[in-house]
């Protein structure tokens, strides 16, 4: 289940991001138009402006050239050279602070105009800025507009209503300043938790996506004409699509097509049972309308082939521990009768009845086989209690022919094991020798038995991690009718056999992360088991 996502509050960071650059770039060009207008007026039109009349001398014209340079080179720095922000962007308020100061000098006072292209300049720093420098910059222009009215009222140039202006506006930077610094400061937080919740809602897609694509069932989604509009690769797999973009869906299944116009007569929530005509399985598909602005429509297609073997699956897991629990208990009633009949035979005399002694035997034979099968059903119940070790199989391979030749009345040399390249296996080591007691005993039961005749081949499996033991024999090997059931419970094909072996040997195997598989062999049957070297998980 998918926790929803939820958003912690954002905290604006100092870093300079590629927005503030961005902010700076356009505050750059701005000031470079101011610039270019002023020093036009200035060369062309020195009359436009009371600046540039003629009585305030030649004074403007330096100041707006000057200006002009300074912003060109600002904006060459801010393109090429992206370090230093906060100096950048101070040494841009100072030199228009310097600048509109002395166009407000040589214009007569605040009352010129100029003071205004100052606060602008202000308004945009407190954009652009950082933390508490937009409140230096906006000291650093009333110091300089209190100071030009100083010297103007030093000159006895300026009214007292000229300091109540000068009063005015240096109220006004600051305000100005703060406001857009707390302005910019909102659309920051704004901007990245945008940022965050697009962030996340892209992680969500992506996991909804990998989700869907990883579903064992088939997702279509298809129009109200029955147009496949998208679908994940199992839907593809299951009715054979191969680039359904646009396509209908009458091209790939009749019965289906059939059966989502008669939903859409009368929608349902039952499911219907569909055939694939591309690969013949037979589907359980189930139509769900979405609150799309296309009214769209999606179908759930389910392979029945897997329900019921999952089914099978439960089936058998209950069968098993049911089994496992009446073998238990038929046990220790078995282990009594045997008794009685060892009793029995050493009751009866030497020259008793053949038939007294033929049934005897037949009650111990059949007795004793019914205690083999037993003791495989309960083993199965063991399969989970796994103690994995790191086993060396140079060193438990030959203790364990030994000991089967031993046991099993081998000659020397007819089972013979073979090593190349890694030789360890992370096994459990008391499943790896009831596993390997059962493949080395049915293939020395069908081998030849003569040397060599029954192979221990260690070898490099092609997978990163992994090592391959082959047990092969020259027998006449597996037919191919027998071939698909060797691993199903109770399938024999010799007499006395409980036919448990190889069901319990491969349940081992999986049990310890490894497989047990029948190889295809020209000569004899060969079996692999093929597990990791290392730990696992």
Not at 113 to 142: H, N, P
Request: charged share 20%; glycine share 8%; proline share 4%.
């Amino acid at each position: 289940m998918i926790e929803p996502l939820t958003v912690s509050p954002v905290s604006v960071s100092p870093r300079v991001s590629e927005a503030h650059w961005k902010s700076l770039r356009y505050f750059t060009i701005y000031r470079l138009c101011i610039a270019l207008l002023l020093f036009a007026s200035a060369l062309f039109e020195p009359s436009s402006l009371s600046i540039f009349s003629a009585q305030r001398g030649l004074l403007p014209l330096p100041v707006a050239a000057f200006y002009q340079l300074a912003t060109l080179g600002a904006l060459l720095a801010v393109h090429f050279y992206r370090h230093r922000f906060n100096v950048q962007l101070g040494l841009l308020v100072a030199v228009d602070v310097l600048v509109f100061t002395l166009l407000i000098h040589s214009g007569g006072g605040l009352r010129s105009g100029m003071g205004t292209l100052l606060l602008v300049s202000l308004a945009c720093a407190g954009l652009v800025g950082q933390g508490r420098l937009v409140v230096f910059y906006a000291a650093v222009a009333t110091l300089s507009v209190l100071a030009e009215q100083s010297v103007r009222a030093l000159s006895a140039d300026a009214e007292v209503g000229d300091f109540l202006q000068a009063g005015l506006y240096s109220i006004g930077f600051f305000a100005v300043a703060i406001s857009a610094r707390l302005l910019a400061s909102r659309v920051i937080a704004n901007e990245e938790l945008a940022r965050r919740r697009g962030r996340d809602l892209k992680n969500q897609m992506q996991v909804g996506q990998r989700i869907i694509e990883e579903m064992q069932d088939g997702v279509l989604v298809i129009d109200r004409h029955g147009r496949i509009r998208q679908r994940n690769p199992r839907a593809g797999q299951l009715l054979g699509l191969g680039d359904p973009s646009g396509r209908l869906l009458a091209d790939y299944s009749t019965e289906l097509a059939q059966g989502f116009a008669a939903w859409c007569q009368r929608p349902s929530a039952e499911p219907m049972l569909v055939r694939a005509p591309a690969r013949g399985m037979l589907l359980r598909a189930r139509f769900v309308p979405t609150e799309s602005s296309r009214r769209d429509v999606l179908v759930f297609l389910e392979d029945m082939g897997r329900v019921q073997e999952q089914a099978r699956q439960l089936k058998l897991a209950a069968l098993g521990r049911l089994t496992a629990s009446i073998a238990h208990e038929i046990r220790n009633p078995l282990s009594a009768i045997r008794h009685a009949g060892e009793l029995l035979q050493e009751e009866l005399p030497a020259d008793g009845a053949p038939v007294s002694e033929r049934l005897l035997r037949i009650v111990l034979d059949n007795a004793q086989r019914v205690e083999r099968i037993v003791g495989d059903v309960l083993e199965l119940g063991r399969r989970d209690r796994v103690h994995p070790e790191r086993i060396n199989l140079r060193q438990m391979l030959p203790s364990f022919v030994e000991e089967f030749s031993l046991k099993e009345g081998a000659a020397l040399g007819v089972v013979q094991v073979d090593f190349s390249g890694r030789s360890e296996l992370f096994f459990d080591r008391s499943h790896l020798h009831q596993v390997l007691w059962n493949l080395v005993g049915n293939a020395f039961r069908y081998s030849r038995r003569e040397p060599g005749s029954v192979q221990l081949r260690v070898r490099d499996s092609g997978e990163d991690g992994r090592v391959e033991l082959h047990v092969a024999d020259d027998g006449p090997g597996v037919d191919a009718a027998s071939r698909e059931q060797v691993f199903e419970p109770f399938f024999t094909t010799h007499s006395k056999g409980t036919g448990l072996g190889l069901y319990i040997a491969r349940e081992l195997c999986e049990a310890n992360n490894a497989r047990l598989e029948l190889l295809d062999s020209q000569a004899g049957a060969e079996f692999c088991i093929s597990g990791r070297s290392d730990a696992w998980q």
